[in-house]
């Protein structure tokens, strides 16, 4: 039941007399009830009419001071003091927020720092359950959080206004240049994005110099990133298709400036249709992953009464780069004299070498809920007890769930220069096309091609109708030259070699060299020359052999023989490998720790996530870390020798903490059938629909009902 005083307090945001007074907060907010009640009312105030948002409220501090806030800015600081109002703690100042960009741009380290200083050590006061107070803290004032920001986003979030970009041009001549951007389309794709790349970080210089454009919200607080910033106010550049090939249409200018012609609408439909297969495929698998981490990893604790456990075993971690030293950073490392040293952003040196890295992994604590200091390292987050086993999810898996629902706007080809030098002793790369050299002994100069493939374009070409006289001619145009190139198309070239003939003049032998075609990332396919007819027939096809020959003596120097496509870097190839890693088979368990840590550590590096820790990654693999005649105990690395196998992330679900497989148990059975769900007729049908996969006699009746209210049917 809401409080008389809960309601008067409310009534008041009408009449513009609300305010709150800390030193008498509790006689307003006295029971969960009202608090709810609160919070409910000035969402719902706001909704009712957005431009409420910005209305000014008071709150009255310990001194009697006024502090000024708005609607939106004070329901947030409700959020935020949930835990107060829930444990009657007195409320001073300092526990109100400023809610302003930088806190948006960064809201959930923000929290993070708000349950260290402020939560903790009310939680030590009052003797609570460390555990279950921060899990409840911190998933209500973030489910709180992002529920809110998605209902008024469009008038919390900055906003292009293209009246203000047009003043931002007339100012500054530079960004006026920038959005007058037209790539040069003669370049190759690797030039290109080198170009564009240079552009972003130009730009984004621009914007902050400048200061003064509603542009400056997005790059302070990195919500747009630098590549999608290039793509609106620069230029687009290279396109990947749906099949992660370069198209070989460049997007030469902004998506600011619109779509210029056909090819820009093919390019653009293609990588829209790209996002949407990625959203489907592996959004949902990223979701299962972070939960199943959560689930395997969720009860593991620093124990801070113990500095060592002692234990004499290491990671052998290899710092191949300095991303891979910064990974590490306040963790300990053994050196040769045994002793432990904490590593330094200084530690240079150590890059290119591998080193004894003490790992949560490792640790020999008698609990194997419990990690010793000397193992978790001195991270700079938390220095109080927290589930650290939680962060593998959140830190690591939902970055690149994000990454894949966001592959349209941030995907980048990441071309290489073809470099391939048997290639190019024959051939000239000019628009990734490779133009036959004019050779001294091309009759010594061979190229080998699968013969079934060779023979299925041929048989493609001879059985093509063509335009056989003027009157049938093409109403476009187009010869029967034109329509032959583009009658038949080229697939990618697979089992491809050249084959050098040479003379000893001595013996008068002769001798074949034969070099097999290796290109990585890009392939091969026939130009548009190769595949007319009378140029795919210059081809011997032996009866007794399995390949087709070309001789290179046999065509023309200054012909385009080969067209280079490039293969780009798959979105959801880090999600696929991470779950290579953590979801393998039986078979392929791992007998070492090594190997998953530094494969984990590529990953992660790999796909561009900045600012991780090891710590992140390591609670995983601890869970998964069992004894080979026992798979539900975990090796003891208190002895010198330690047999010890990585399970994969389910089995040590179920085989593991008892509590997590209980579960992960009824959460596989929701997940399985919905409809066993909502026999619990307390439940019915509402909210809880949208969460789980409903059979599809649930989803017809659903349907149903739904289309008979609406008067459909």
């Not at 009255?60 to 708005?70: A, G, Q, R, S």
């Not at 007195?90 to 380290?109: S, Y």
């Not at 391939?420 to 133009?435: D, G, H, R, T, W």
């Not at 601890?622 to 080979?628: D, E, G």
Request: one cysteine or more; aromatic letters at 10%.
């Amino acid at each position: 039941m809401v409080s008389k005083q809960i309601i008067d307090l409310t009534n008041k945001i009408y009449t513009n007399e609300f305010q709150l007074d800390l030193k008498t907060i509790y006689d307003h907010i006295y029971t969960k009830e009202d608090y709810e009640y609160l919070c409910e009312f000035i969402v719902n105030f706001i909704l009712d009419d957005y431009s409420r948002a910005y209305d000014v409220v008071f709150v009255i501090d310990e001194n009697n001071k006024p502090i000024e806030f708005t609607l939106f800015q004070l329901v947030i600081n409700l959020y935020i003091l949930e835990f107060a109002f829930k444990y009657r703690i007195p409320i001073t100042r300092d526990w109100l927020v400023d809610v302003d960009k930088q806190f948006l741009a960064g809201w959930h380290g923000f929290i993070e720092k708000f349950c260290q200083e402020k939560v903790m050590p009310v939680i030590k006061k009052k003797k609570l359950n460390s555990a279950r107070c921060l899990s409840d803290t911190l998933s209500s004032i973030t489910e709180r959080i992002t529920k809110l920001t998605e209902l008024i986003s469009p008038i919390t979030t900055p906003t292009l206004n293209l009246f203000d970009i047009a003043d931002f041009c007339a100012r500054n001549s530079k960004f006026d240049a920038m959005l007058s951007t037209e790539l040069d389309d003669t370049k190759t794709f690797h030039q290109l994005e080198q170009e564009l790349s240079s552009a972003g970080k130009e730009l984004k210089k621009i914007i902050v110099e400048d200061g003064k454009s509603c542009l400056v919200p997005f790059v302070e607080s990195n919500c747009l990133k630098e590549q999608q910033m290039t793509q609106l106010f620069v230029a687009v550049g290279p396109r990947m298709s749906s099949t992660n090939v370069v198209m070989p249409h460049v997007m030469k200018t902004s998506y600011l400036n619109g779509l210029k012609n056909v090819g820009d609408y093919i390019a653009e439909s293609e990588i829209a249709a790209k996002a949407l297969i990625y959203k489907k495929k592996f959004v949902s698998v990223s979701g299962y992953m972070s939960r199943e981490s959560n689930l395997s990893a969720m009860n593991l604790h620093i124990d801070y009464s113990m500095d060592d456990c002692g234990t004499t075993h290491y990671i052998n971690y290899k710092v191949d780069t300095p991303k891979h030293l910064q990974f590490i950073i306040s963790k300990n490392i053994i050196l040769p004299n045994g002793k432990l040293h904490e590593v330094t952003p200084a530690d240079k040196d150590l890059i290119g070498t591998t080193v004894k890295l003490r790992s949560i992994c490792c640790c020999a604590h008698h609990n194997r809920r419990m990690v010793c200091k000397a193992c978790y390292g001195n991270p700079k987050d938390f220095k109080e007890d927290y589930v650290i086993g939680g962060a593998t999810s959140t830190e690591i898996q939902n970055p690149l769930s994000n990454a894949v629902m966001a592959v349209k706007h941030s995907s980048g080809t990441k071309t290489k220069e073809f470099d391939n030098e048997a290639l190019l002793a024959l051939f000239n790369n000019v628009n990734s096309k490779l133009i036959l050299k004019r050779l001294d002994e091309a009759e010594n100069v061979s190229i080998l091609f699968n013969k079934e493939y060779i023979e299925d374009v041929i048989d493609r070409l001879e059985n093509d109708q063509y335009y056989d006289d003027e009157d049938d001619d093409d109403p476009n145009g187009n010869t029967e030259d034109d329509l032959e190139n583009n009658s038949v198309v080229s697939n990618m070239l697979t089992d491809l070699s050249i084959v050098t003939r040479t003379y000893d003049k001595l013996t008068n032998e002769e001798k074949e060299d034969i070099y097999e075609v290796k290109l990585d990332g890009c392939f091969l396919t026939l130009s548009e020359e190769m595949m007319k007819l009378q140029n795919i027939k210059k081809l011997e096809i032996p009866i007794d052999s399995e390949t087709a020959i070309l001789n290179l003596k046999d065509l023309k120097p200054g012909m385009g023989v080969f067209n280079i496509k490039y293969v780009t870097a798959e979105t959801s190839r880090y999600l696929k490998a991470l779950k290579s890693i953590i979801e393998r088979p039986k078979p392929m368990w791992y007998t070492n720790l090594d190997d998953p840590i530094n494969e984990y550590t590529n990953l992660v590096i790999e796909a561009g996530l900045s600012n991780k820790e090891m710590v992140y990654i390591e609670p995983i693999i601890h869970a998964l870390t069992r004894c080979p005649d026992n798979i539900l105990a975990r090796p003891d690395f208190s002895k010198e020798v330690v047999p010890l196998m990585v399970i994969n992330l389910r089995t040590s679900i179920v085989k593991g903490d008892f509590y997590s497989a209980q579960i992960y148990q009824e959460i596989t059975k929701l997940f399985k059938d919905i409809d066993s769900f909502f026999k619990d007729e307390s439940i019915g049908d509402g909210l809880n629909d949208s969460l789980f996969k409903t059979s599809i006699t649930h989803d017809f009746s659903y349907m149903k009902r739904a289309l008979k209210k609406s008067k459909i049917i």
